[in-house]
Nanobody, 129 residues
Framework: QVQVEESGGGLVQPGGSLRLSCTAS????????IGWFRQAPGKEREAVSC???????????AYTEAVEGRFTISRDRAKNTVYLQMTDLKPEDTAVYYC???????????????????WGQGTQVTVSS
């Protein structure tokens, strides 16, 4: 049985930083594409970032324009963990952040529309002074 879990959320002031973690039991994250999503109250779920299964010559990560340059997605294969490093946080980043997995190889240019296999329960990020 696969269980995905996010952690690292919390309350931070504008301009601050947080690092979110995505871990899984019953699943090797290194064999999956991993996506980060977020949903703010009263708003639709938004795709945030994606990391491919493999490193390669083509880009292996993707970001929505709203976070590009501020957020960084990465893997620690030894720890079976995927991170989302969030810097220069803004109030509009406030949302519940979710990690999702898919047994495929590349994010490509259609990752926002993937049918994701497993989801975590979400971790709250609040950016406020």
């Amino acid at each position: 049985q696969v269980q995905v879990e996010e952690s690292g959320g919390g309350l931070v002031q504008p301009g601050g930083s947080l690092r979110l973690s995505c871990t899984a039991s019953g699943l090797i994250l290194a064999k999956n594409v991993i996506g980060w999503f977020r949903q703010a109250p009263g708003k639709e779920r938004e795709a945030v970032s994606c990391i491919s299964r493999f490193d390669g010559d083509t880009p292996s990560t993707a970001y929505t324009e709203a976070v590009e340059g501020r957020f960084t997605i990465s893997r620690d294969r030894a720890k079976n963990t995927v991170y989302l490093q969030m810097t220069d946080l803004k109030p509009e980043d406030t949302a519940v952040y979710y990690c999702a997995t898919k047994s495929t190889w590349w994010c490509g240019n259609r990752w926002r529309d993937f049918s994701w296999d497993d989801w975590g329960q979400g971790t709250q990020v609040t950016v406020s002074s």
